[in-house]
């Protein structure tokens, strides 16, 4: 098969413009190769006494443009994660550290969750930061009207915001959730100025963003750059450079010139081009587990019958026809690995308890069940090629290894805000017999793995299996973390079983960067890349 390599850091570069509509620091990160990874900076404290002296200039994608949690359509923005604070941090895959809750207590029966909020935080135009302003942001994620890709799964499990007192919030849930916690540190988490925006609008917001987070906001042109200072008595963690500009690079070669010509001190770049970055006297930083590169499968949920993508026999057939770790070898140069279950990240306590790995290559037995689910010979289906992804070359090598099993997979290029209203809302007959290829932010988050195969509260309607349904729902039903463990490992391999979308690849991004960035601290294990902030404010000065 005849491979093009693409951009080795296209995977957290798709992932940071489209999930975050952001700059290339995402969720997973660690420092240089040659080095292990730093200890994340313990929220609370700030790291040092030191004034923030100095200026960086970072390449970024922005996106739709908004830094407003409530107004993206799959996650939080981490640029909006750089001027806010959240509620807790996490600093592993199942500890959490307090961020603007001191502390939290759940109720013995898990339908109530209180969190004690910081005193003494302020926002950037000097108000101060208390319970009114929690309630007011996680109200806007799960309005009707929000956007957030959590807004359903909030809106699900809560009931109501309580202020207990000014600096207490009690949320009330219809049933028991003691998984809440590895779900609150996404955008749900991100508390915004209650009096800023009801009396100014968030169309005033969005133009002149405030929060309470350690960088605020000096210049914001839309779809152009962004201009960040640092809040030198930060109570959480004091940035180390003063100023950070973040401009709307969009190609590889841009990116790769301008750090050559000093006009960037950070950017992704291609694996094609880590040699030339290099011998020009740049350093390279590797982040593993990037982004996640994964397949949807949409058919007609209500009549599976009527699609051969109905059979899940036809589906495992497409996931064992894929030579994923050629994949990573040809297409990512070797920075990426074949990748085990959506949206999973790999180290994940209950991923590694299920003892799932990825799907093996083995297009005989691929053939093998096409023949027993009745289609020998094959059968015509789509891959939607959302234009102007980066995703052509992929999709190319996916149409590639399923014509080697007889299935003719065309690609249907499609702008992405089409597809987008095609596919929503859920299953419309315009989306059946199709597989569309995406990037994602994986997690740790059980609440996530629900979100993408539960049937009913699902983002994405493409199975329907009730005995799974119930499953997913009991693990955030149980106490014990020892039981809660067991049924989720148990859960995810029901899940992964449907096949209702294949895990791809699990793809690195690589930095470049300039002579005046010295380390970046390795972001932590959690959901949705909230955290990518604190890597902007740990960002060390060269020595």
């Known amino acids: 098969m005849e491979f093009m390599r693409i951009r080795s850091g296209l995977g957290g570069f798709i992932a940071a413009a489209i999930l975050f509509g952001s700059l290339l620091l995402v969720a997973g990160c660690s420092s240089a190769p040659s080095s292990p990874p730093a200890s994340p900076a313990a929220p609370g404290t700030p790291s040092s006494n030191e004034k923030p002296y100095g200026s960086l200039v970072i390449a970024g994608i922005f996106g739709a443009g908004t830094l407003d949690p409530a107004s993206s359509t799959v996650g939080y923005q981490s640029l909006g994660g750089a001027i806010v604070d959240s509620l807790v941090y996490r600093l592993g895959a199942a500890e959490f550290k307090p961020g603007l809750a001191e502390r939290w207590e759940v109720a013995p029966d898990g339908k109530t969750h209180t969190f004690f909020i910081r005193k003494g935080v302020k926002f950037h135009d000097g108000s101060d930061l208390a319970a009114a302003d929690v309630k007011f ?134 694996s094609d081009s880590a040699a030339g970055i290099k011998s020009a006297g740049l350093h390279l930083i590797t982040f593993p587990a990037a982004s996640h590169y994964l397949g949807y499968m949409f058919y007609d949920v209500d009549h599976p019958e009527t699609t051969p993508l109905g059979d899940k026999r036809v589906k495992k057939a497409l996931a064992l026809s894929l030579n994923r770790q050629e994949m990573a070898d040809k297409l990512f140069g070797g920075y990426a690995r074949p990748y085990v279950m959506t949206p999973v990240l790999m180290e994940t306590p209950f991923l590694v308890a299920s003892g799932l790995k990825p799907d093996p290559y083995d297009p005989e037995g691929a053939k093998k069940l096409l023949a027993e689910a009745g289609v020998p010979n094959g059968f015509d289906m789509r891959i939607i090629d959302t234009t102007g992804r980066g995703l052509t070359t992929i999709n190319t090598a996916i149409s590639g290894y399923f014509k080697r099993i007889g299935v003719n997979a065309r690609l249907d290029p499609m702008e992405y805000a089409a597809w987008t209203a095609m596919r929503y809302p859920k299953n419309l007959p315009g989306t059946f017999n199709a597989l569309w290829t995406w990037p994602i932010t994986a997690s740790t988050d059980f609440a996530r793995v629900r979100m993408y195969y539960h049937s009913v509260k699902g983002s994405v309607r493409n199975t329907r299996n009730p005995a799974l349904d119930a499953n997913l729902d009991k693990v955030f039903t149980i106490a014990d973390p020892a039981q809660r463990l067991k049924a989720a490992a148990e859960a995810v391999v029901m899940a992964r079983d449907e096949y209702s979308n294949l895990p791809l690849l699990d793809v690195d991004l690589i930095l470049g960067v300039s002579s005046k960035v010295g380390q970046i601290t390795a972001a932590t294990t959690q959901s949705q890349g909230t955290l990518a902030a604190i890597q902007f404010e740990t960002i060390t000065h060269a020595k």
């Open 137 to 270: 942001s996680i109200d806007r994620i799960m309005a009707p009207d929000s956007k957030s890709a959590s807004a359903s799964l909030w809106r699900d499990a809560v009931t109501s915001v309580e202020i207990k007192d000014d600096y207490t919030v009690v949320l009330h849930l219809k049933e028991p959730q003691y998984e809440l916690l590895q779900s609150i540190d996404t955008e749900i988490s991100a508390v915004l100025p209650k009096k800023y925006i009801e009396e100014k609008g968030i169309d005033v917001w969005n133009k002149k963003p405030i929060g309470s987070g350690p960088w605020k906001v000096v210049n914001w042109e839309l779809q152009n750059r962004l201009d960040l200072e640092a809040v030198d008595q930060h109570w959480r963690n004091v940035p180390k450079f003063k100023n950070i500009t973040i401009l709307n690079v969009l190609e590889d070669s841009t990116a790769v010139a301008m750090l050559k010509t000093g006009e960037l001190d950070l950017a992704g770049v291609s």
